[in-house]
């Protein structure tokens, strides 16, 4: 794939995350998400799913500044088929969490 110069390990900073909602058939799911990590760092494919109007929607969260490189990036895996992507959503997310995953934020958890 071309256009993806910068290592999101290399130019990932601290801010506010993206979010988006991608209809995606679960048994592409474990595919999609080895080809994102694959480009280290640039998003994070959680396994929990929405279903919205009768369709599954998986969460991508993706850090500031590469939401156009995702888009890219799964538009690519569409249109070669590699992928039965749906509809991609973005939707408001919370400001990127302080702390290792896992561990409570603060006080609130």
Do not use: C, N, W
């Not at 799911?29 to 994102?36: E, G, S």
């Amino acid at each position: 794939m071309s256009g993806l110069g910068t290592s999101p390990s290399q130019a990932r900073s601290p801010g506010r995350e993206q979010l988006l909602l991608i209809e995606l058939d679960e048994h592409d799911l474990h595919f999609v998400d080895t080809i994102i990590m694959g480009y280290d760092g640039l998003a994070h494919l959680r396994r929990d799913y929405r279903l919205i109007e009768g369709r599954t929607f998986f969460e991508l969260i993706v850090p500031e500044g590469f939401l156009e490189e995702v888009k890219q990036l799964l538009e690519e895996l569409r249109v070669r088929g590699f992928a039965r992507l749906g509809e991609v959503r973005q939707v408001e997310a919370k400001p990127a969490r302080e702390g290792p995953v896992g561990e409570p934020s603060g006080p609130d958890g």
